[in-house]
Each structure stands twice: as structure tokens, then as C-alpha cells.
């Protein structure tokens, strides 16, 4: 059975840092990239960053260029985020997500608020 699972968001102050976790199982994980997108109140769904199946290349968007980090371990089945700097702007969802499939996680929320 497929399944994604988020973990690690929360409350955090303006500049402070999250780690978020996505465990997955079911599938086979080592020849999938994986991503994480989010999505604020009434926007649309974005990709965050992206890492690929072979050797480990990433893609960001612009805005978190420099601030976030994402990386995989393949013997633990995980994906992680790591979020530093946060700003405001970064308040949302976070889904992780199986690149070319239709699993999705069911979401983590992360708010950026003094």
C-alpha cells in the first residue's frame, strides 16, 4: 500500500527554521524523484524543490533559493525539507509529493508568524 506521510511543521517566528519529514512506502522509492509543494489560502499549489532518483540533483523555486534545503535517504525511505530563514511568505501546506505518480501526502502545515 502506498502511502506518504508528512511530518514537522508548526509555528515558527520570522528567521527561524523547520525540518520537515516525508516517509514513504509502497512504492519504488529509489528510482522515484521526489518533491515538495505547498499551497497558501486561495494561491494555487506550487513546486518547492525537487530531487531527482539519480544522483541526487535539485531544483528550487526562486524564492527559497539559498534558504531551503531538500534531501533523500533511500535506505530509510525519506525525504526531508529543511527550512531555514523562514519568512511569512512561507506560510502554507507542505505536501510531499512521488514525481510522474498520483501519490500525494496529506499535507503538513507550516506558519511563519511573530
Known amino acids: 500500500q502506498v502511502s506518504l506521510v508528512e511530518s514537522g511543521g508548526g509555528l515558527v517566528r520570522p528567521g527561524g527554521s523547520l525540518t520537515l519529514n516525508c516517509a514513504a512506502a509502497?512504492?519504488?522509492?529509489?528510482?522515484?524523484?521526489m518533491s515538495w509543494y505547498r499551497q497558501a489560502p486561495g494561491k494555487e499549489r506550487e513546486l518547492v524543490a525537487l530531487?531527482?532518483?539519480?544522483?541526487?540533483?535539485?531544483t528550487y523555486v526562486d524564492s527559497v533559493k539559498g534558504r531551503f534545503t531538500i534531501s533523500r535517504d533511500n535506505l530509510k525511505k525519506m525525504v526531508v525539507l529543511q527550512m531555514n530563514s523562514l519568512e511569512p511568505e512561507d506560510t502554507a501546506r507542505y505536501f510531499c509529493?512521488?514525481?510522474?505518480?498520483?501519490?500525494w501526502g496529506q499535507g503538513t502545515q507550516v506558519t511563519v508568524s511573530s
Open positions: 509529493h512521488a514525481e510522474r505518480t498520483p501519490y
Open positions: 509502497g512504492f519504488t522509492f529509489d528510482r522515484t524523484a
Open positions: 530531487i531527482s532518483s539519480i544522483n541526487d540533483r535539485t
